[in-house]
């Protein structure tokens, strides 16, 4: 029992080096993440500013609900977008910057390797989340009077582990085509994007799309977090939202960790582990 | 007698590599029929190497010493034998097996290029699990012996090859590894340089016995570092022996170099002469006639100063590439 817990604590030092080297990298940068942060920004205003679009063309739309239903859907878009970027990096930044076969050889489980990728793409993603949230509302006179922010960040945040599970099986597609995996990864991001209602109600989708949205853990946390903050949903209320994306995460994670060892096997098998360029 | 370091048996590496003829229709026909090729990277070699011994591991491009490395490393698994080191199969990834080897590769990186060396060591610390007090001892330590106080705190991008590979060989050590595969270490390094991480090899290997595979293109490396060399050609070892035997197995000559009291007389029947400065002349003869000549060449010339040699290691080494290896490819659909 104590040999167990020194060896999980040993892991958890050596995912929290993970994190740390990661806080380096993103420091050493924060400038062009500055940079990065108003085209973000930028992009999140363009889709925002079609609810003011459509009701200045003389479309009949509560402006207020669209613009923050949108803005919802933009913020929590943009932050599966850095998960996403996060967890595909850990191959494919990795094989670009030569240091690959060192991080695949260093005496780190490959749960605690990708845990520590996860737990930065969380916390970075989340921070950068609240951020464009309130730069962008800065622009429209949106009225969130009963909004639950507290209810709506638990509910992105249960949602994390599962988007994890999801980046973690994207991240692999760079380790079996080192040419072609990282464009492939967008597969996923655009299936999700697709069918998860981020800018419209899943309910418009012809039915066996809406079949799929079940299986799409930004389904409910895009429910949830507009739930929380347009309807003012207590905890309570975001259960039948936080239940799901409880059991999607049960379900992707050992999935996750799973096909990426499948595909560091094919890797090792056939000689892929390795840099580009 | 102790458990080799490294023991290797019949390792064997396949590669199926595709394969077509130029032009449209063969691009088209692909798409249905794929054709591959089989590459046999390493074909069935053996070998142990002993605890705190200094191999080195020559081969000539694309000869499979990458491949074995890799394959002792973990990074690629085998396609058939075996491979133990410290008496683990690399494949399984134990962390007993990781956190006692290291592999240095001259055209890779292990430290961040964006980062200071100092925080991809910190990275090290955690992932190897050193001690704070410990980890700072070996640090300074190795920054001291290697003289890139001053370098570690910049950037890798903006440091030298050489400065780079010296960061990176600190990176590589901290963890005090008993088994090192270095990778053409000195690949690109200026001569000083080169010397520098060969004596800091062979300091390390005396201090703390580590055992110690070397590959390198360099025969200066191989010469000052290790007694026992393995060749590798076309993924089969040609050879596996002290480097002094090498010119024995190999080399169909020796040179004789000789100078003559009236310095200007024509040597040519007694050998090929190879090179001529001054009154020192070069002759390359058959192995064999080696004493003959020798002794004729005292008898009949008023011999100022003479010795025997074996050629230079490159030129053996030249040598043992030139031999070809028999075997075809196979070839599959």
């Not at chain 1, 609240?130 to 639950?148: E, G, K, R, T, Y």
């Not at chain 2, 000052?224 to 190999?250: K, M, N, P, T, W």
């Amino acid at each position: 029992m104590r040999a167990m817990g020194a060896t999980l604590r040993a892991e958890l030092v050596g995912a929290g080096g993970v994190v740390e080297r990661n806080f380096y990298l993103t420091r050493r940068y924060i400038y062009w993440d500055l940079a990065w942060f108003f085209w973000t920004v930028a992009n999140t205003l363009t889709i925002v500013f079609i609810a003011q679009g459509i009701e200045s063309t003389g479309g009949k739309i509560d402006v207020n609900q669209v613009a923050t239903s949108l803005l919802i859907g933009a913020v929590v878009w943009a932050y599966l977008g850095v998960l996403f970027e996060f967890l595909m990096e850990t191959v494919a930044w990795e094989r670009w910057e030569g240091t690959i076969e060192y991080t695949f050889m260093a005496p780190l489980s490959r749960a605690m390797h990708l845990a520590g990728q996860g737990v930065f793409a969380i916390s970075y993603g989340l921070l950068r989340a609240v951020f464009l949230f309130i730069a962008c509302a800065l622009f429209f006179d949106l009225s969130m009077p009963d909004a639950n922010f507290f209810g709506a960040f638990v509910v992105i945040a249960i949602a994390s582990i599962s988007f994890i599970g999801i980046g973690v099986m994207t991240s692999v597609l760079p380790l079996i085509s080192p040419e072609k995996g990282t464009q492939l990864g967008f597969v996923a991001q655009g299936t999700l994007l697709v069918v998860s209602g981020v800018y419209y109600p899943v309910s418009v989708l012809p039915g066996w799309m809406q079949f799929l949205a079940k299986f799409s853990p930004a389904t409910y946390a895009l429910a949830g977090a507009r739930n929380a903050i347009q309807g003012g949903a207590s905890m309570s209320e975001l259960w039948p939202d936080i239940w799901p994306l409880i059991l999607i995460g049960i379900f992707t994670i050992p999935l996750g960790l799973w096909v990426f060892s499948r595909g560091e096997h094919y890797a090792k098998k056939h000689g892929k582990l390795k840099r580009s360029g | 007698m102790s458990e080799p370091s490294v023991r290797v048996e019949g390792l064997l590496k396949v590669f199926d590599v595709p394969e077509r003829e130029a032009g449209l229709k063969a691009a088209a026909k692909g798409l249905v029929r794929r054709k591959t090729r089989e590459i046999r990277a390493v074909d069935g070699i053996s070998f142990s190497i002993e605890p705190g011994e200094v191999v080195g591991f020559l081969g000539p491009n694309g000869a499979g010493k990458t491949t074995t490395l890799k394959m002792l490393s973990g990074l690629l698994y085998p396609s058939g034998g075996e491979a133990l080191v410290l008496g683990l199969v690399p494949s399984k990834r134990e962390r007993d097996f990781l956190s006692r080897i290291t592999l240095v590769m001259g055209n890779r990186n292990q430290l961040q290029w964006d980062l200071p060396a100092l925080d991809s060591y910190e990275l090290n610390r955690a992932i190897f699990r050193i001690p704070q007090a410990e980890f700072t001892e070996i640090r300074d330590e190795l920054i001291e012996l290697l003289g890139i106080e001053d370098l570690v705190r910049k950037p890798v991008r903006q440091l030298s090859l050489g400065e780079r590979m010296k960061a990176e060989i600190v990176g590589a050590l901290l963890h005090r590894p008993q088994v090192l595969f270095l990778d053409e270490p000195t690949i690109g390094l200026d001569v000083t340089m080169q010397k520098r991480i060969r004596a800091f090899v062979a300091d390390y290997n005396a201090r703390f016995g580590a055992t110690v595979l070397l590959t390198s293109h360099y025969m200066a490396d191989v010469e000052a570092l290790c007694e026992r060399v393995v060749v590798i050609h076309h993924g089969q070892i040609l050879f596996d022996g002290a480097l002094s035997g090498l010119a024995d197995r190999f080399a169909a000559y020796k040179t004789i170099g000789v100078a003559l009291e009236n310095g200007k007389a024509d040597l040519s029947r007694y050998g090929e002469v190879i090179h001529a400065d001054g009154d020192w002349v070069t002759l390359r003869v058959p192995k064999a006639e080696t004493s003959s000549v020798t002794a004729r060449l005292l008898a009949e010339e008023e011999v100022l100063d003479l010795n025997v040699e074996d050629p230079p290691i490159e030129d053996v080494i030249e040598l043992v590439f030139a031999q070809e290896r028999p075997q075809a490819p196979h070839e599959s659909e």
